[in-house]
């Protein structure tokens, strides 16, 4: 069904962290049979499989990934079309891109994904938030490949949901998924839309970073405790705490993941030694 492939490709080039050694193999498929195509191929022949989207959550070791990275980010995976007052989106949407249609359709409660650097599989996967909204809240149903390489579809009440996390599309690969909202109007939208730009512009580093790093603690924010604990500017080689938002490590430059993740050991380290609270890492490495 199309696509493309390559051998050692470097993650770095697909995170936003540009941070991340190679890929042994790379494939971008373009159409959902070829992406399931690919899927039993590769477990026929015992290769481990990881997904990549926008790869704004992630920290890939230096040493890069054995096996296969498959990223579905073009040709169908990159629909977002609208029936019944619904989204029908492709895994390789962008957020952003879902919040426009949403909005040209007259459909609320989407605005905050117009501020979150990610593509709708990713942001499924981890039960992506802002702005007192996450993914599950506008779910009403997810496509994805299952077990025995045949497409399936989930409604939101068979898929198990936490605050960042729906833990079941680790192993089994989405394609697609129907979004909801509510009706409401463009003006309403609008204000929505810009203030989760304002929010991010002005409480979030420009810098190269794969957003939050930790989960919040259940009594408060991990950036607030990163910022009272001092941490902010704390560096090691090029991977700084960023001074506008504690819970968010920068790249200022070729930092390598060995640096962020002994940037992320001692910021664990004081946090525990400081406060007796165990950080929680909400970025995947
Ligand atoms: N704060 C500080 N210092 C800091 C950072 C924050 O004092 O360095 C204070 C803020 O002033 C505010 C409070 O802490 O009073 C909360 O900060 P913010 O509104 O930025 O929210 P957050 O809890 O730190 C969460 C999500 C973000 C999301 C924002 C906005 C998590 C781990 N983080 O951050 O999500 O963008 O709310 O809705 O849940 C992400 O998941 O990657 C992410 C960036």
């Known amino acids: ?50 997904v990549i989207g926008r790869g704004s959550n992630l920290l890939v070791k230096d040493g890069g990934i054995r096996g296969a990275v498959i990223h579905p980010s073009k040709g169908e995976f990159e629909d977002v079309r609208v029936e019944n007052g619904q989204l029908i989106a492709g895994v390789g ?11 040209n359709a007259g459909i609320g409660g ?22 007192g909204t996450e993914m599950s809240d506008n779910i009403v149903s ?15 009440s068979e898929i198990q949901h936490q605050y960042r996390s729906i833990p079941e599309f680790e192993e089994r690969y989405i394609v697609g998924a129907v979004l909801k909202g509510k009706p409401a109007t463009t003006e309403e939208i609008d204000v929505g839309l810009n203030a989760s730009r304002v929010k991010r512009r002005t409480s979030q580093p420009v810098g190269a970073s ?15 405790l990163v910022d009272d604990l001092g941490l902010k500017g704390r560096r090691v080689g090029n991977a700084v705490v960023s001074q506008v938002h504690g819970n968010f490590i920068v790249n200022e430059g070729g930092a390598t993941a060995r640096e962020v993740l002994d940037l992320i050991g001692e910021i664990k380290e004081v946090a525990q030694h400081e406060r007796g609270v165990q950080l929680e890492l909400e970025v995947k490495v």
Not at 113 to 131: D, H, K, Y
Request: hydrophobic share 40%; with cysteine.
């Open 1 to 50: 069904g199309g696509g493309t492939a390559k051998l050692y490709e470097p993650m770095g080039r697909h995170t936003t962290f540009l941070i991340g050694g190679p890929a042994q193999y790379w494939v971008e498929p373009h159409t959902v049979a070829g992406f399931a195509e690919v899927v039993r191929y590769l477990r026929s022949a015992s290769v481990p499989i990881r």
């Open 93 to 103: 949407a962008r957020l952003k891109k879902i919040a426009s249609a949403a909005r």
């Open 110 to 131: 989407l605005e905050w994904m117009e501020g979150v650097p990610g593509n709708l599989g990713g942001a499924i996967r981890m039960n992506a938030g802002a702005m």
């Open 142 to 156: 997810v496509r994805f490949i299952a077990a025995d390489g045949s497409i399936q579809e989930k409604p939101l």
């Open 210 to 224: 794969a957003g939050c790093i930790f989960k919040n603690p259940q009594l408060c924010g991990a950036g607030k």
